[in-house]
């Protein structure tokens, strides 16, 4: 039986990193692989008292459908919070509470593309949202980047060089998977050329706020003039991803599509989560929280930086990410990161090869790593396991 399956099936395939999980879970393996937060963080104990009384206080409430924009009272939080954090004139009208932030970057692929139309984004960019767009049968055209994000005159140049563009995916703050910040010239030179031309961007902040050093910069939505940049927030990263809760914050006549394929979709987030998460924020404080998640992931941040230092071969560059969650590590280019995995899983410990992240195929002498998810003494062994396989594959 030949069954036809829609086209757009042709170039989706499992997310190699989902498969890769799969291998890493077993308990023996130091896993840098995932971008997971770090469990023990997780308020258990708050959230246990937390769903008992919103059930007790409003259960039927918490059982039922509600809005498609979300529940009222998180819209409403979320709104406070981004106004907090370098944005102003925010309201709960203009967020859309989605199942993660993941769930914004499919409904951006299928508010915004056509079948040929172009999409630009960093090279290397996350790999969930390049397998999102793909559904919709997009072009991708990779701007380079350097240690800074984004090169702006390279940009500009695909700009007025390129048919189609549609939308521009980046991710400014701490990026998935290099770790990367852009800086405030790159942000001001950015909004410059959007303005000109016009074109909407995607705005992926999952990692924003969890900056250990430096500056906070300023959001290209909080530098937007025109309502062309759609920022995509989530509680994945600042609390906790088990309750799938993102939000989508975007002008009007753009947000109001998302509702619509919102409805088309999933009609709405889960009531109940949004009403735990809403209540955790009642009685407990998510900055706090935030901070604790900041204390320990910089100390892990450290002890791998630290470690990298000391163990890798001469040859081996890594980045440092002043927040987030990843480390992205460029090894000689006539090394392959996919052909050492097995070698590293051989000896339990994994990362992901940084190949799959080039939107049109690459730099395969790269791979990510992330240090939330292992405790410090973990991330020592596991470096240093690494380290063995690199200097064996240079010859040391
Ligand atoms: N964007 C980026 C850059 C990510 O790294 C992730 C998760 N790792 C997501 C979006 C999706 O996260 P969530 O759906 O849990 O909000």
């Given at each position: 039986?030949?069954?036809k399956?829609?086209?757009r099936m042709?170039?989706l395939?499992?997310?190699?990193?989902?498969?890769l999980?799969?291998?890493?879970?077993?308990?023996?393996?130091?896993?840098?692989?995932?971008?997971?937060?770090a469990?023990?963080?997780?308020?258990?104990?708050?959230m246990?008292?937390?769903?008992v009384?919103v059930?007790?206080e409003?259960?039927?409430q918490?059982?039922q459908?509600?809005?498609?924009?979300?529940?009222?009272?998180?819209?409403?939080?979320?709104?406070?919070?981004?106004?907090?954090?370098?944005?102003?004139?925010?309201?709960?009208d203009d967020?859309?509470?989605t199942?993660?932030?993941?769930?914004?970057?499919?409904?951006?692929g299928?508010v915004f593309?056509d079948?040929?139309?172009v999409?630009?984004c960093?090279?290397?960019?996350?790999?969930?949202a390049?397998?999102?767009?793909?559904a919709?049968?997009?072009?991708f055209v990779?701007?380079?980047?350097?240690d800074?994000?984004?090169?702006?005159?390279?940009l500009?140049?695909?700009?007025?060089?390129?048919?189609r563009?549609?939308?521009?995916?980046?991710i400014?703050?701490?990026q998935?998977?290099?770790?990367?910040?852009?800086?405030?010239?790159r942000r001001?030179?950015?909004?410059?050329?959007?303005?000109?031309?016009e074109?909407?961007?995607?705005?992926?902040?999952?990692?924003?706020?969890?900056?250990?050093?430096?500056?906070?910069?300023?959001?290209?939505?909080?530098?937007?003039?025109?309502g062309?940049?759609?920022?995509?927030?989530?509680?994945?990263?600042?609390?906790c991803?088990?309750?799938?809760?993102?939000?989508t914050?975007?002008?009007?006549?753009?947000l109001s599509k998302?509702v619509?394929?919102k409805?088309?979709?999933?009609?709405?987030?889960?009531?109940?989560?949004?009403?735990e998460?809403?209540?955790?924020?009642?009685v407990?404080?998510?900055?706090?929280?935030?901070?604790k998640?900041?204390?320990?992931?910089v100390?892990?941040r450290?002890?791998?930086l630290?470690t990298?230092?000391e163990?890798?071969?001469?040859g081996?560059?890594?980045?440092?990410p002043?927040?987030g969650?990843?480390?992205w590590?460029?090894?000689?280019?006539?090394?392959?990161?996919?052909?050492?995995?097995p070698?590293?899983?051989e000896?339990?410990?994994?990362?992901v090869?940084?190949?799959a992240?080039?939107?049109n195929?690459?730099?395969?002498?790269t791979f990510?790593?992330?240090?939330?998810n292992m405790?410090?003494?973990k991330?020592v062994?596991?470096?240093k396991?690494i380290?063995?396989?690199?200097?064996?594959?240079i010859g040391e």
């Amino acid at each position: 039986m030949a069954i036809k399956f829609a086209k757009r099936m042709d170039g989706l395939k499992g997310s190699e990193i989902r498969e890769l999980l799969k291998l890493t879970e077993r308990p023996e393996v130091i896993s840098f692989a995932g971008g997971m937060p770090a469990p023990e963080l997780f308020p258990v104990e708050e959230m246990k008292k937390i769903s008992v009384a919103v059930l007790e206080e409003g259960g039927r409430q918490a059982l039922q459908y509600t809005t498609t924009e979300g529940f009222a009272p998180l819209r409403e939080k979320i709104a406070e919070r981004m106004n907090t954090k370098n944005m102003t004139n925010i309201t709960k009208d203009d967020i859309l509470v989605t199942s993660g932030s993941q769930q914004g970057l499919d409904f951006a692929g299928k508010v915004f593309l056509d079948e040929g139309d172009v999409v630009l984004c960093e090279s290397p960019s996350y790999l969930g949202a390049l397998n999102a767009f793909k559904a919709y049968c997009p072009k991708f055209v990779d701007v380079p980047t350097d240690d800074e994000g984004m090169i702006m005159e390279e940009l500009e140049k695909i700009i007025q060089t390129t048919d189609r563009i549609k939308m521009i995916y980046v991710i400014p703050d701490f990026q998935n998977p290099t770790g990367r910040t852009w800086p405030m010239e790159r942000r001001k030179k950015f909004m410059e050329i959007i303005n000109k031309y016009e074109i909407p961007v995607i705005e992926d902040n999952p990692y924003g706020e969890l900056r250990f050093e430096g500056e906070s910069l300023p959001s290209l939505k909080s530098l937007d003039e025109k309502g062309l940049v759609i920022f995509l927030g989530t509680f994945s990263k600042i609390f906790c991803p088990g309750y799938r809760l993102g939000w989508t914050c975007a002008a009007p006549e753009i947000l109001s599509k998302f509702v619509f394929v919102k409805q088309g979709s999933d009609l709405q987030a889960s009531t109940i989560s949004q009403m735990e998460v809403s209540k955790f924020m009642d009685v407990y404080n998510l900055d706090e929280h935030v901070e604790k998640i900041k204390s320990v992931y910089v100390k892990r941040r450290d002890v791998m930086l630290k470690t990298m230092e000391e163990e890798f071969p001469e040859g081996v560059k890594f980045t440092h990410p002043e927040g987030g969650l990843f480390t992205w590590v460029e090894i000689p280019s006539h090394l392959n990161a996919k052909e050492l995995m097995p070698k590293c899983i051989e000896k339990n410990v994994a990362y992901v090869a940084g190949g799959a992240f080039f939107p049109n195929g690459g730099r395969e002498n790269t791979f990510r790593l992330n240090y939330s998810n292992m405790p410090e003494e973990k991330i020592v062994e596991g470096i240093k396991k690494i380290a063995e396989v690199l200097k064996e594959a240079i010859g040391e």
